[in-house]
């Protein structure tokens, strides 16, 4: 078996088991926390937009913050709109998992700003739902 320094850089992953590893988190159970936190918190941002945004409501204009999810909602409805976000989030969590090609403390960097601005906007949508008296079970 060839030695990694005599394998081409490109080909070292190869000879590395498992997805994602380094020194400190060997398993990287750090990287996994922060998607599947990344996946709750978008699923939960989905949803209470989704009850924001379902229908009107008297006396108040509401608006989705975000101009892309705004586009999206816009050109193909707020249901196939969440979907296709959906899709793409499952996507990106996914590929980011998997991929060798971006190093641990990027991935790590990726999810911990998006849970944190994906958790800004749920505790945003929750402060609308209280403010409009909309259920978030979205029942009523």
């Not at 608006?63 to 050109?75: G, R, T």
Request: hydrophobic share 55%; proline share 5%; net charge positive.
């Amino acid at each position: 078996m060839a030695s990694a320094r005599s394998v081409p850089r490109e080909a070292r992953f190869l000879l590395h088991g498992g997805l994602i590893r380094n020194r400190a988190d060997p398993r990287g159970i750090q990287v996994y926390a922060l998607a599947i936190a990344t996946l709750a918190l978008s699923a939960a941002d989905h949803w209470t937009t989704y009850v924001c945004l379902r229908q009107p409501v008297s006396g108040w204009e509401v608006i989705e913050a975000n101009p892309l999810s705004d586009w999206l909602f816009q050109a193909v409805g707020l249901v196939p709109g969440l979907l296709v976000d959906s899709a793409v989030t499952l996507a990106a969590v996914a590929f980011l998992l998997v991929t060798r090609r971006v190093p641990i403390l990027v991935k790590k960097g990726f999810f911990a700003l998006v849970v944190v601005s994906t958790g800004y906007a749920v505790i945003n949508n929750y402060m609308a739902m209280e403010a409009l008296g909309i259920s978030p079970l979205g029942i009523g």
